[in-house]
Nanobody, 125 residues
């Protein structure tokens, strides 16, 4: 069993930056692909970014490419999402997820086995 706890959300300004963290419990964290998803009010949850187990490969949604950076520190069992050039449309609840079934990079919700509770990001324009 893996527990994921997100932090770092809050109120940001358009054009500004925020960094989200996701702390994972369990000894197998370093073998999991990790991802970030988000869900805005009235919308379905959508993929944001994913990173492979070693941190050497990443993949982003077009909407955040060039602005967001996903990274991980396996020694700290933590994955990060650095968000820059924030836009109002980035306002959403952000979820961290872990894929335990051996996927290298995972963009689909069903590929993830564990989810955090989410952290709210609100961007003021």
């Amino acid at each position: 069993q893996v527990q994921l706890v997100e932090s770092g959300g809050g109120l940001g300004q358009a054009g500004g930056s925020l960094r989200l963290s996701c702390a994972a419990s369990g000894r197998s964290f370093s073998s999991y692909a990790m991802g970030w998803f988000r869900q805005a009010p009235g919308k379905e949850r959508e993929f944001v970014a994913t990173i492979n187990w070693s941190g050497t490969s990443t993949y982003y949604a077009n909407s955040v490419k060039g602005r967001f950076t996903i990274s991980r520190d396996n020694a700290k069992n933590t994955v990060y999402l650095q968000m820059k050039s924030l836009k109002h449309e980035d306002t959403a609840n952000y979820y961290c997820a872990a894929a335990a079934r051996g996927y290298s990079l995972s963009v689909r919700e069903w590929e993830y086995d564990y989810w955090g509770q989410g952290t709210q990001v609100t961007v003021s324009s």
